[in-house]
């Protein structure tokens, strides 16, 4: 190191192969961080199965489900929220890996990757990647215990929802993300519990379908079709089913594109939340 | 270069660009001022101290220079390139040590370094072997598989110093590295960022407001509630002061602004 401190070479700009060795460095760094907390994948797990084992096994009785596409046949109520249980995962998921990113703890990780010399929204893409891809593996999962449980999609479904399940993962990460900057209140999980995750899973079509909802009140199925979160759901339930829900997906991308340019602006240094966390007290 | 000549003139010549130029810079959150006016330029190749108490603004300071928060006003420049511009240009010049533990406590050291080597685009080889490198340097070789959570604070900073280095900065800065560490690790360190100076041409802004870090042959930058009210060399600033030694200087100096701030 000694010679080199002092010939530093006069270089401009990356190449991409060195985008390339961050982006895989900082999805690395996530995969590891997922594997040491044990903890943390069970209760991804946990979750959805409670809802399937317990919650679904109740409703059977009491929730008739017409045949609605892209079901062909009439289909068990758990057949049926497996979608929303598999957007549950990650939408905790995002809302984990995004908004851990702000707890004091973890501050010291946000300003190491954010001093790094990449682009900054390159850096925060990356970032987002990296948690959409640690839940990949957790949604996969709970498949294979769903399909244990006899929730079977068609053999091509598993792989078909591959490109939507990266989708719907960019999505809800890059709303976590973009809550984590603008919001003081959303910094500890039970506010993002109560006023996010809740909300959003509640209001969509994870648990009932759309025109039960609009039976009972026509005001929540505007809500609900309002709800990103239910266009998430739907575009992974047409996907398992090899098809392709246009809408969804137009709503889904949107979302995405439109959080994630939100995230980026709100992490900029000029604007973001940064500059109002280092105010007196704020950890500077 | 304007701001260096405004506080080098007549000391001595610096050839530009300097490690770090800062001209001019403040910054306020709301109507809580944290920087006023503050203009400094450090030479390369040159121990500079930041010197003042906690609050007088020197986080703020290093979270400007590293890029995160915007500069509002005034202009920061690292050997020459732009903060706010050519920020990727500057930052990749640029190691730091920040106060508060940045370490991932569940990775391993080497794990730990190269997450840092590849967030600047240095490959895994490369980055092994620089980390391997960097630890024999802090004589830390043995430990580099060991969770970072079993370390010691003083090993741990020594970690962080090692981290800041694998990118091969020109300018290192460290904000309060020392704090929370016992004596032989504060030496340790101190001594250790002292010979990058000496054996590598390194540059260091060091922020403390511990006066015993402070060597004869520093450059001092008294920082005192956002202002500059000293910068040059250990006797100079004696001078400006009118003081015996640096703990008096400083005494001397903040408790005139302090009485001025009051009678204003």
């Known amino acids: 190191m000694t010679v080199e401190l002092a010939t530093f070479p006069r270089v401009t700009g990356f190449a991409p192969v060195q985008y390339a060795i961050c982006l895989k460095g900082i999805v690395w760094r996530e995969g590891l ?6 903890e943390r994948f069970v209760a991804a797990l946990v979750r959805p199965l409670v809802w399937l084992f317990i919650f679904a096994a109740g409703f059977r009785q009491v929730l008739g489900v017409s045949i609605i596409p892209p079901y062909e046949t009439y289909v068990l109520y758990e057949v049926y929220i497996t979608p929303g249980l598999m957007l549950l995962i990650q939408l905790f998921n995002g809302m984990q890996s995004s908004l851990s990113m702000v707890y004091d703890r973890e501050m010291g990780n946000m300003r190491t990757l954010l001093v790094s010399p990449m682009p900054r929204w390159f850096l925060l893409s ?44 960019l999505m809800l990460g890059a709303l976590g993300m973009l809550m984590s900057s603008v919001s003081k209140q959303l910094e500890n999980f039970a506010g993002a519990m109560n006023f996010v995750i ?34 998430a759901v739907e575009l992974v339930r047409f996907a398992l089913y090899c098809q392709i829900n246009w809408i969804s997906l137009a709503v889904v991308g949107g979302c995405t594109a439109l959080f994630m340019v939100g995230a980026i602006l709100a992490y900029d240094p000029a604007r973001g939340f940064l500059a109002r966390r280092g105010e007196p007290g704020g950890g500077t | 270069m304007t701001p260096l000549s405004i506080m080098m003139s007549g000391t001595k010549t610096v050839e530009p660009p300097s490690a770090v130029a800062i001209a001019g810079v403040s910054h306020s959150y709301g109507t809580r001022q944290a920087l006023d006016d503050v203009t400094f330029a450090i030479a390369p190749s040159t121990f500079a101290v930041l010197l003042g108490l906690n609050g007088a603004g020197k986080s703020t300071l290093f979270s400007l220079i590293t890029r995160l928060y915007a500069v509002q006003r005034g202009h920061i420049r690292v050997f020459g390139h732009e903060v706010g511009r050519a920020s990727g240009e500057a930052l990749r010049l640029v190691g730091v040590v920040f106060q508060s ?26 980055g092994r072997a620089r980390a391997d490198d960097v630890l ?29 280095l694998l990118h091969r900065p020109r300018l290192l800065v460290l904000d309060e590295p020392t704090v929370g560490l016992d004596i032989k690790s504060r030496a340790d360190i101190l001594g250790y960022v002292r010979r990058l100076v000496l054996e590598d041409g390194a540059s260091v802004l060091w922020a403390t407001h511990l006066i015993d870090e402070i060597a004869d042959d520093d450059d001092v930058i008294v920082l005192h509630q956002g202002r500059v009210l000293a910068h040059g060399s250990v006797p100079r600033v004696l001078d400006a002061a009118g003081a015996k030694d640096i703990h008096a200087a400083f005494t001397r100096l903040t408790q005139g602004t302090d009485a001025a701030i009051e009678a204003s």
């Open chain 2, 101 to 126: 533990r940045t370490l991932d406590l569940d990775l391993s050291v080497v794990q730990n370094l190269t997450y840092h080597a590849a967030l600047h685009g240095i490959g895994k080889h490369e």
């Open chain 2, 136 to 164: 024999a340097r802090i004589a830390l070789s043995d430990r580099a598989n060991d969770k970072v959570r079993n370390l010691s604070g003083g090993q741990m900073r020594r970690v962080e110093i090692a981290r800041a």
């Open chain 1, 198 to 231: 809740f909300p959003m899973f509640f209001a969509s079509s994870a648990l009932y379908p759309l025109w039960r909802v609009r039976e009972a009140s026509p005001l929540l199925y505007y809500v609900c079709q309002l709800n990103p979160f239910t266009h």
């Open chain 1, 33 to 38: 961080r997922f594997l040491h907390q044990r």
């Open chain 1, 126 to 169: 990356s970032k987002l990647v990296a948690g959409m891809a640690v839940s990949l593996p957790q949604v996969y999962t709970f498949l294979a215990i769903a399909w244990f449980w006899e929730i079977e999609a068609p053999p091509l479904g598993y792989i078909a929802v591959l490109p939507a399940l990266i989708l719907t993962g």
